[in-house]
């Protein structure tokens, strides 16, 4: 993932949150001109002092107030009405498209559960932290919580919607443009809420085909002696009793599952880029990195972080 | 060669011998050669040494017992002793019986090692630390804990007085001590 | 002889020490256990080589649901409306166990046979004497580990008699087979593997030869199969798994089933998520049938796993449903799912009695079963096709079965969600009728089901699979069902699909049921043995156990030529549990929601196993 990493309202990369960048604008416009106007009346206000203002006549004054009252009107007619035309674009999307993607975010303290729903369960995808979708192709995406309130923000592709626990929110949006795009828990949601992102990869729509086919298989069988090894770390050790590698024993649905950790570009929800030393490191000491996060130090030996490596590299 | 052979042979056996007969008068060094035990059990010969009153370092801790609440259900605990701690499978918690004992100490052992009559053996499978969170959570569960450290209010389904209210379990008619 | 009979021990005892999972069987091919002669000193005819045709002597008693129809139902009339009333005990034993007794005594010839729950001890006792002393009795010493992944009680069953031997399953997941006579250890065969959650607790069957074995443990994301073994050796011959590719389920050319949704490609793998077909259940503890002239096997899969119906989107074939398989080589013919993407723990592995029945203007070969769903459904045995499906107890989650598409119509506002109570669902998981086995009268034409009278409240948790611990994701509390009483035992006329009678119990009557001629037979939890009219429901007798009967009664013939009733009290299984495991009912999910529903059982019975058996000659 050598592509920068946006994570701006001011750059959009899809039609909601162009409507949203251009309304931002407006706002921006239409306060600056207000508050410019404002700070210049002012000003012509103090300069001319306190005897200008009681020899003007009542009627001048009510003129003034006149034009007041009625810039402000117009000033919020506008506002109002971009509003409302920016949110009725916006929720445009929500019309179902038949050819949407749904997916499902499970919010967690401080990850993303996902899973890419199907028609047909055997062809759904479990992954976390990391979504990939296609570019110009509407997605729904089903918001739950396991536990507190979060917020799931794209500034990139769409606003904030919350993740209720025991409620069911939605947002639609549509990534324009490939790209890497940060997405960010947008509502505090305890102590390691900053380093709780979510990576939105925009591919291609054959690419992102590509991809999600491979998110459908299960965990390689380790091919040397190290994965072999590797793999009964995961099995044998504290691995499984939280993660889930599919083909494997480790079942566990309390942490992200692993099955394609290898694909993704970052570890701990964005805390550090996916590299073997981080990730040993992670594994090594998770706490170090991103303090109070549910992950124990599991007490793995050297001899087991070493093969345990080589097997989750295999996972892509 | 069969000569050497039979000579090397004779070595061997005599080697063995060496280790059949030795007499290590102090296998381990002196300081090591009496452990403290894990009792799970009053009665011990001669007169008694006290149990040992070692502690969940989470007795008193509002975190741990949280996250000893939250380890509870995440190790499927709940599946087999109630997800209010009221037993299924295997015993209840909430109550005043212990089969394998209440102490801090007692109770790490059984989750570390597992119990012949269907405890699985958690040891090396989870971590010590949560071992002792799970101990203290377990201690809750029969008002074991101070009532302002330990857990309250469930996020699911109220099927029981929350950890920091519960009864004295000794409410119920049983003998005690 | 002698000296194969303990290379033959000496090498079980070695498998079972090690859990070696694997097959074994003796080097030398098993002695003709027909040839033998039979274990009793009294003669019995020809039929001896033939279980099927010895099932139909109403004096024995053979296999737990008395014959391959799983009728209950025996001729014997000594005992009668007319002297049930004085009907006492004869002799009684006590088994030592303070488990659930879920299972039925077998009497063949002048010996009758019973196995306890674990420590699963089968024990033979001499009836020619006063007082059945013990003639044998084997210890296949089953590891206590097993209990711990063991979802509802420590239960048995019950063993099975077939050709001069014995059959029955132990707890940590053996099939073994005994020598009827001495008792002695024929074959063991090491089948479920603990660590993944596998026990057994359901009644073998044998069939030509063939002795059927299903495991248990839905609760612990097992695999669920039925294995065909060997009656002589112990060997598998087939095995058939409940989810998976078809040539795991033992799905081929000759599998037609009678419903659209049945039929397709590996429907095991594709209406699962993933790879939770791997994990997903579909057990078969419960009970099989045989019909000797369609040479077909019929039993039911149990509940998919976990619980919670959100980790397994998709209709989760073939769990929650009915096979109808070859015996000989396991080969599925037909396929019905009572609960498409089970929502309540909905297991299909209820007794299927079979019957002839004049229906829709002709005779109809059928096959019935009262479902935990609440439906009591009438199924056309020999293509699968509903015939009929009635609610039997008060049902709201379930508007009935389409019987153009043969689906369970699904009421939706019922449904569980993860992370979302949703209250009063009727039936609850135990369903309006669990294990129990009701029985069929071929004079009335009445089914006498005992059956609860349950609703829950049900909220979906995420379930982590970690292999040898539950796998259920779902906090449940049971309560009593509209009325109040928290049991039926109802005679229901399959034909006009409705009840004749209806006896309100307080308790679920989680025991068997039992027709002898005109009286019916059943249990309490509270301990009462009950006989009633089988035309009326008239109470005519009842006697208090020690313990609550959730057992299995049988009727036989002694050999001083007298009727006898016989049945194991002693209180457990699933809701039993409060009391046999001292549950804390404080915490209304104990026992996975009967703390709910059953707080007030521990001041009404206490454990302790019991053999009771019942005359009116006075016995001896």
């Given at each position: 993932m050598g592509a920068p990493l946006i994570q701006s309202a001011l750059h959009p990369a899809g039609i909601q949150a162009a409507r949203i960048e251009h309304l931002w604008w407006v706002m921006f416009w239409v306060c600056s001109v207000v508050f410019v106007a404002v700070v210049v009346a002012m000003g012509i206000a103090v300069v001319r002092g306190r005897g200008a203002a009681s020899s003007a006549s009542e009627a001048t004054l009510a003129r003034s107030v006149a034009i007041a009252v009625g810039l402000s009107i117009v000033a919020l007619l506008v506002l109002l009405t971009e509003g409302e035309l920016v949110g009725r674009g916006v929720a445009s999307l929500r019309e179902q498209d038949p050819n949407a993607l749904r997916i499902q975010i499970t919010g967690n303290q401080w990850w993303w559960d996902v899973q890419y729903l199907n028609p047909n369960p055997s062809l759904i995808v479990t992954t976390a932290n990391e979504i990939h979708i296609p570019v110009g192709r509407p997605v729904g995406i089903v918001l739950r919580s396991n536990d507190v309130i979060h917020s799931l923000w794209i500034p990139a592709l769409h606003g904030k919607r919350d993740l209720i626990p025991g409620r069911v929110t939605e947002i639609w949006l549509q990534a324009d443009r490939a790209g890497f795009y940060r997405g960010q828990c947008a509502e505090f949601c305890g102590l390691q809420h900053a380093k709780m992102a979510l990576g939105v990869v925009a591919d291609l729509p054959d690419d992102f085909e590509r991809w999600l086919t491979q998110m459908r298989s299960p965990a390689p069988a380790p091919t040397t002696p190290s994965q072999t090894r590797g793999k009964d770390v995961v099995e044998r050790g504290p691995c499984a009793m939280c993660h889930t590698v599919v083909g494997t024993l480790a079942g566990g649905r309390t942490a992200p599952d692993l099955t394609h950790i290898a694909s993704r570009s970052s570890i701990g929800a964005g805390s550090l880029p996916n590299t073997r030393g981080n990730l040993g490191g992670w594994i090594v000491d998770p706490q170090h990195v991103k303090p109070g996060n549910h992950m124990p130090a599991p007490g793995l030996s050297s001899e087991e972080v070493q093969p345990l490596l080589d097997y989750l590299e295999t996972l892509k | 060669m069969r000569r050497l052979m039979c000579l090397l042979a004779c070595v061997a056996v005599a080697a063995a011998g060496c280790e059949r007969e030795a007499r290590r008068y102090t296998e381990l060094p002196a300081a090591a050669n009496r452990s403290t035990a894990v009792r799970l059990t009053m009665l011990q010969p001669g007169s008694p040494q006290p149990l040992s009153n070692v502690q969940s370092p989470y007795q008193y801790n509002a975190y741990g017992l949280s996250e000893g609440k939250r380890l509870y259900a995440a190790y499927n605990c709940a599946g087999c002793h109630g997800l209010?701690?009221?037993?299924?499978i295997g015993p209840a918690l909430t109550d005043d019986k212990w089969i394998y004992g209440s102490h801090a100490d007692q109770l790490f052992s059984t989750i570390s090692q597992g119990r012949p009559d269907g405890m699985p053996s958690f040891g090396g499978h989870i971590p010590d630390q949560q071992i002792w969170q799970l101990v203290a959570y377990v201690q809750s569960l029969a008002g074991m804990v101070s009532q302002d450290a330990a857990t309250s209010r469930n996020d699911d389904q109220a099927a029981a007085k929350p950890e920091n209210r519960i009864e004295d379990a000794r409410q119920i008619q049983t003998g005690h001590r | 002889m002698k000296l194969w009979a303990h290379r033959c021990v000496a090498r079980a005892a070695l498998v079972a020490t090690t859990s070696f999972l694997a097959t074994t069987s003796c080097n030398k091919p098993a002695p003709d256990v027909r040839s033998e002669t039979p274990p009793s000193a009294r003669p019995l005819s020809g039929a001896m080589a033939d279980p099927s045709r010895l099932a139909q002597d109403d004096g024995q008693w053979t296999m737990p649901a008395k014959n391959y129809a799983a009728t209950r139902f025996t001729a014997l009339d000594e005992i009668s409306t007319g002297n049930v009333k004085q009907m006492g005990v004869a002799w009684t034993f006590s088994t030592g166990v303070t488990a659930g007794h879920e299972g039925p005594p077998l009497v063949v010839g002048d010996t009758m046979y019973l196995v306890t729950p674990w420590p699963n001890i089968l024990y033979a006792f001499d009836l020619t004497k006063p007082g059945a002393p013990i003639r044998w009795q084997y210890d296949p010493k089953p590891l206590g580990a097993a209990k711990g992944v063991a979802c509802c009680d420590i239960v048995n069953r019950g063993a099975v008699f077939a050709n001069g031997a014995l059959f029955f399953n132990t707890l940590d997941g053996r099939a073994i087979s005994v020598d009827a006579a001495t008792g002695k250890e024929r074959w063991v065969t090491q089948l479920a593997d603990i660590n993944r959650g596998e026990t057994i607790t359901m009644a073998p069957l044998v069939v030509k030869g063939k002795v059927f074995v299903g495991n248990s443990g839905g609760e612990f994301g097992v695999r669920g199969w039925l294995t065909a073994l060997d009656a002589g050796d112990g060997s598998v011959a087939w095995r058939a798994y409940s989810t998976g590719p078809d040539k795991d389920v033992l799905i081929g050319p000759n599998f037609t089933p009678h419903y659209d949704s049945d039929r397709g490609k590996d429907l095991g793998i594709t209406t699962w998520p993933g790879e939770a077909w791997r994990t997903g259940g579909g057990t078969v503890w419960g009970w099989l049938s045989y019909d000797p002239e369609a040479d077909l096997l019929y039993y039911g899969t149990a509940n998919p796993g976990p619980w919670n119906p959100d980790q397994r989107p998709g209709d989760n074939k073939w769990t929650a449903g009915m096979f109808a398989r070859s015996p000989d080589t396991g080969e599925a013919r037909w396929f019905y799912q009572?609960?498409?993407?089970?929502?309540?723990?909905?297991?299909?592995v209820n007794e299927l009695v079979l019957a002839d029945l004049r229906m829709n203007g002709g005779a109809r070969k059928v096959l019935m079963r009262a479902d935990r769903n609440g439906l009591l459904y009438v199924i056309d045995r020999s293509t699968g096709e509903v015939l009929s499906a009635s609610p039997f107890a008060p049902v709201n989650s379930n508007k009935g079965v389409d019987l153009k598409t043969g689906r369970l119509i699904a009421v939706p506002e019922k449904a569980p969600k993860q992370g979302i109570v949703v209250r009063d669902i009727c039936p609850a998981a135990p369903g309006a009728k669990d294990w129990q086995p009701m029985a069929f009268s071929p004079k009335t034409g009445l089914l006498y089901i005992p059956h609860n009278n349950l609703c829950m409240d049900f909220e979906g948790m995420a379930a982590s699979y970690i292999a040898g611990t539950p796998y259920v994701g779902a906090s449940v509390v049971y309560k009593a069902g509209p009325g109040g009483n928290r049991g039926f035992f109802t005679a229901w006329d399959p034909i006009a699909a409705k009840p004749r009678w209806q006896i309100k119990e307080n308790f679920p009557v989680w025991s068997g049921a039992l027709v002898a001629n005109d009286l019916v037979f059943y249990g309490t939890m509270e301990g009462w043995f009950k006989a009633v009219d089988a035309g009326t429901g008239q109470l005519l007798w009842q006697f208090k156990c020690g313990s609550g009967v959730i057992g299995q009664p049988m009727a036989f013939k002694g050999p001083d030529g007298h009727e006898y009733i016989a049945v194991a009290a002693g209180i457990g299984g699933w809701p039993g549990a409060i009391v046999s495991a001292d549950l804390d009912p404080r915490d209304a999910t104990a026992g996975n929601g009967w703390g709910g529903a059953l707080g007030d059982l521990k001041s009404a019975t206490t454990k302790g196993g019991m053999l009771y058996v019942f005359t009116v000659s006075g016995g001896k």
């Open positions: - | 209010n701690g009221g037993g299924a | 009572t609960s498409p993407h089970d929502l309540f723990d909905h297991d299909g």
